[in-house]
């Protein structure tokens, strides 16, 4: 049972400690963070283990009643891998840190690729991480691209993709801080950063984004249009999106219309924080016409890497070398069928 | 020297009237409404002449002082062509009248093409309009994609184009009314109606649209992919963009980061409303990838089609027989350089 330690219990990180916790191959080490807010008392109710990353951390931690299990060097000691969810700034230091010691570490999407060396993505390269010291997850939007053009391509249908991706404003409990208002905001270059990120997992994918933010906080949309290899049938392109557990194709005309009536229909799920793990594929608005292949589809921005996070812990410590295989127990613990 | 009826004093017909009333070759016989409140008062304030739609709606506005010329058969009996800008459920009704009565006429983008039989973007068509009984000025975001098009198309670069049109949510006058709020929303198909209405126009232009309504109502936004017919340079590309006087080259890094921003620009400019009748076309942005040509840009959905009207009021009068000459004329009394 290898132990895992989450260092930054912010978005992503309660989301990582909470699956963790229900694996039966790992086990959650504990949590570290410099909060002593609402945010840790989070981890409090669930009675995870609790690590102070600063000293004046750990005293306004104590200062609360927070029981403090310790340091972070103390959490590290402990564990067998570290997943770092903390800002980037803060992850980029941590980082050596972790190197200096040999220890195992993911990062998530916002670090470089080169931080690594390995970039990750369950269904494409699983493989490729196994026993490896370091791994990043690629990011929500990256994750999707990389999910739907994998399908496309393991069936032998993709020549190139061309997508625009609609962004969210801001995380939803962020959104006091400010996000955009009634306008919206197009990513200074085109290619975005996206399409060359889902190249550091597939340098084969042939594949340009651009990207706009939009006033809105709850997940984000793309459009796609993509070349195939030959002419194909909606029915083939279909077959190529079930092969991946992660695709979830849904339906317009069952009232699934907007990002809120998804979000909705994941929160009547009872997933928590209405996570959305899959990319939700409209299949009807879905149109191939000749050898072009037309789609749009929504990214839970925060819920998405979970399952991806867990098969690279997998693939890095060995626990299990099919990617397959960790894939549907993933799937299987987080409730995604 | 021609005499031009407003009939519909909305969001589109006042703009109509204003800009009817800056030609030196026609003139405004009046504007037709049902309204009695603000809406009117606008025309009542530039001293346009006001006739009621319906004996009501005579009642009411002289109940509130509003000296009213007559009715709607009185102003057509005065007019050489009538520009119908009354929503599509009343137009469609007006429309069998103007037939009866041999009247010429110019229906808004809401109407099918098949109600005038020729559909109308003066860059593209101008000479096929000259004397016709009827025509329809294609919508906002039509217009749009036929300037940009049809620049490339006459350039020899044009293969074929593949849109995202981000849509406003509503118009900004009637939001209260309800519009979509923290969410996106798919229109049902693809390809979605745009792309078939720009081959109302232009039948040879290879071009498909997706859309998703946006919670803004400033303005659309476009992102296309374009095929070139060769491998081209973002000169050429750009040099082709140049050729449309209604095309406007803006840059991302002068601060042009969004509509909000495009929105203000105008304003100061002191257009009436703000109004953008050019596309906003980000030139810093562009970018060519071998044959292939991204770029993104803002659409005023209100303004965009006044200039066109303006050009289609004298080709169908045959007023002027030169497609460039109107264009050009129309250009400068409303200030597009």
């Known amino acids: 049972m290898k132990n895992?330690?989450?260092?930054?219990?912010?978005?992503?990180?309660?989301?990582?400690a909470d699956a963790v916790k229900v694996q039966d191959d790992m086990n959650l080490a504990g949590v570290c963070d410099v909060v002593s807010d609402w945010r840790i008392q989070n981890a409090v109710r669930k009675g995870y283990s609790i690590y102070a990353a600063t000293p004046e951390?750990?005293?306004?931690?104590?200062?609360?009643?927070?029981?403090?299990?310790g340091n972070v060097q103390?959490?590290?000691?402990?564990?067998?891998?570290?997943?770092?969810?903390?800002?980037?700034?803060?992850?980029?230091?941590?980082?050596?840190?972790?190197?200096?010691?040999?220890?195992k570490f993911i990062v998530q999407g916002g670090e470089k690729h080169e931080t690594t060396g390995h970039s990750f993505s369950a269904e494409n390269n699983y493989k490729s991480a196994i026993n490896l010291n370091s791994t990043r997850v690629v990011s929500c939007n990256t994750t999707?691209?990389?999910?739907?053009?994998?399908?496309?391509?393991?069936?032998?249908?993709?020549?190139?993709?061309?997508?625009?991706?609609?962004?969210?404003?801001?995380?939803?409990?962020?959104?006091h801080l400010g996000g955009i208002m009634n306008t919206?905001?197009?990513?200074?270059?085109?290619?975005s950063h996206q399409g060359p990120d889902a190249q550091s997992v597939d340098p084969d994918l042939d594949v340009i984004t651009a990207a706009v933010k939009v006033p809105e906080t709850l997940s984000h949309m793309h459009y796609w249009n993509v070349k195939l290899k030959k002419h194909a049938t909606k029915d083939e392109v279909l077959n190529a999106f079930k092969t991946s557990s992660r695709?979830?194709?849904?339906?317009?005309?069952?009232?699934?219309?907007?990002?809120?009536t998804i979000k909705e229909m994941f929160l009547d799920m009872g997933r928590p924080w209405g996570d959305m793990y899959e990319v939700a594929l409209w299949e009807d608005m879905l149109k191939v016409v000749g050898d072009e292949l037309f789609y749009a589809y929504v990214v839970d921005n925060q819920a998405i890497v979970i399952p991806e996070t867990i098969d690279a812990i997998r693939a890095l410590t060995?626990?299990?070398?099919?990617?397959?295989?960790?894939?549907?127990k993933t799937n299987e613990s987080l409730g995604i069928n």
């Open 144 to 175: 999707s691209i990389l999910r739907t053009l994998t399908a496309l391509k393991s069936a032998g249908l993709l020549d190139y993709a061309r997508g625009t991706l609609l962004r969210r404003a801001t995380d939803p409990w962020e959104s």
């Open 74 to 103: 103390d959490l590290l000691a402990k564990a067998d891998i570290v997943v770092d969810c903390t800002p980037k700034k803060i992850s980029t230091k941590n980082v050596e840190y972790y190197k200096q010691k040999g220890i």
């Open 184 to 191: 919206m905001v197009p990513e200074r270059d085109i290619p």
């Open 4 to 16: 895992i330690a989450v260092i930054g219990y912010g978005v992503i990180g309660k989301r990582v």
């Open 57 to 69: 951390a750990g005293n306004e931690m104590k200062a609360v009643g927070i029981s403090v299990k």
């Open 247 to 260: 695709i979830k194709l849904i339906q317009y005309d069952q009232g699934l219309v907007s990002n809120n």
């Open 318 to 328: 060995g626990i299990e070398t099919d990617g397959a295989k960790s894939i549907s």
